[in-house]
């Protein structure tokens, strides 16, 4: 590229990580927090534990190469049948449907190995090769119950973790960056500990977000000032109602048709039961998680949605549960909100409350229960949070079923020719698509 190579600055996978999670943290600069970053493995390392106090200066206190979560739960996707460093959610889906009685075996085999060691891990049986180890020793489990071993003792090795470096530095609250930051049902467990005051988990926590981490972590030594950064998830790609008009008078299926809607007209029919793929004028969202703007909507209250979703649209594993957008001012009617935590990201899981059974059946998981919801705060995205109003005014649900918006293994889309092509290839029939609503005739 002839770039001189003193333009070329290298930063370690962890600071960054740690950067990322530190500089658009809510709290930076307000109180002293506590950095964690854990993944399958980055710079010859998989976990590090940092504080950055007050005023913003950063102190890493422990680095490890030997915590092994990630990989353990890489080999076991594969050992499953699914791609490895890509399934590990649905593995992680997965494990709810079993019980203690018939996953303990499975679970015992898990924790003879990794175990904390402070604010480092070590091994009780070290595995030469953690996939064939496993494989040996799981053989004739089922596929349920080796989810559920492997997942119970993640969250049991992590919260045990934390633990100790709560009661090492003092601090309660936490952040965390890095590939297994993105166990929602870890980090519920993690909220939920006595010692742990708030948990910040940032959009996109995994290697997608490192180049940031390290943008920042130039920035600062190059201005030798330490700021916290405003990042808004949406920050992709943005097309105006404009282009997106003359996209559609240009390019639409000569069967097809489209007109100007508004807030109300849409809700109307996801209240009828239609779902609907919305793709936003504004920012395409940063990292694996839809968050409105490149979705599919339907209504919550209907579970038939789900089998019509999976078999037409998502075409996606029958156990996987899908999520939903739920307006801030109505979190505390269906979930069990911990400490006054904004889980804005689908970053962190949630138990229920019965009003949630009621009002978004097909938002939580079929067997716990539990959710992975996105609270939708007008401020971060007004025009959602102004559909999801509408919605609210028709039905009295404050809230929406939201998964992205692509069909199972291809891309969330990105432009309006990506929305077209996967309204063509799936059961799709409404794309509202910045101010305009498309019907898809067949």
Not at 48 to 61: A, F, M, P, Q, Y
Not at 208 to 225: C, H, Y
Not at 296 to 321: E, G, S
Request: proline letters at 4%; a positive charge; one cysteine or more.
């Amino acid at each position: 590229l002839n770039l001189s190579k003193d333009k070329i600055l290298v930063y370690d996978h962890h600071k960054s990580h740690a950067a990322y999670g530190i500089y658009t943290s809510p709290l930076f600069r307000k109180k002293s927090l506590l950095i964690l970053t854990i993944d399958g493995g980055g710079d010859n390392t998989n976990a590090t534990v940092s504080i950055v106090n007050d005023i913003g200066k950063v102190s890493e206190i422990s680095r490890s190469s030997n915590c092994n979560i990630g990989r353990i739960y890489r080999a076991m996707t594969l050992l499953l049948g699914m791609r490895p460093s890509d399934h590990e959610f649905k593995v992680m889906g997965l494990a709810a449907y079993c019980t203690e009685k018939h996953g303990y075996d499975s679970y015992k085999v898990f924790k003879d190995t990794l175990q904390v060691d402070g604010l480092e891990f070590s091994y009780k049986i070290k595995p030469k090769d953690h996939f064939f180890y496993f494989k040996d020793k799981l053989e004739n489990q089922r596929f349920d119950s080796i989810a559920y071993g492997l997942q119970r003792r993640t969250e049991e090795l992590l919260c045990e973790w934390i633990k100790n470096c709560v009661q090492e530095t003092g601090i309660r609250d936490i952040v965390i960056s890095g590939g297994v930051a993105q166990n929602i049902k870890a980090n519920k467990k993690i909220l939920e500990m006595d010692c742990v005051d708030s948990l910040y988990i940032p959009p996109g926590p995994g290697d997608e977000s490192i180049s940031i981490g390290a943008a920042f972590l130039g920035n600062a030594e190059k201005n030798k000032s330490i700021k916290r950064y405003s990042f808004s998830p949406y920050c992709g790609s943005q097309y105006s109602d404009k282009f997106i008009e003359n996209f559609l008078k240009k390019d639409l299926p000569d069967n097809w048709e489209f007109k100007r809607t508004n807030f109300i007209e849409v809700a109307d029919l996801l209240s009828k039961g239609e779902i609907i793929a919305r793709f936003s004028s504004e920012g395409m969202e940063f990292g694996a998680r839809a968050l409105g703007n490149r979705s599919i909507i339907a209504d919550p209250r209907r579970q038939d949605v789900i089998h019509y979703l999976n078999k037409l649209i998502k075409i996606r594993d029958f156990w996987m549960p899908f999520a939903p957008s739920v307006l801030e001012d109505r979190a505390n009617d269906y979930l069990v909100v911990q400490k006054k935590n904004i889980s804005r990201y689908m970053a962190i899981g949630h138990s229920s409350k019965k009003l949630a059974e009621v009002d978004l059946p097909a938002g939580l998981h079929p067997f716990d229960k539990t959710s992975r919801p996105q609270i939708v705060c007008e401020k971060d995205n007004p025009q959602y949070y102004k559909l999801i109003k509408s919605f609210e005014s028709i039905t009295g649900v404050g809230a929406l079923l939201n998964t992205s918006f692509n069909i199972h293994g291809e891309a969330i889309v990105e432009s309006p020719q990506d929305a077209i092509f996967t309204l063509k290839n799936s059961g799709i029939k409404y794309l509202f698509i910045g101010s305009f609503l498309v019907l898809k005739n067949e």
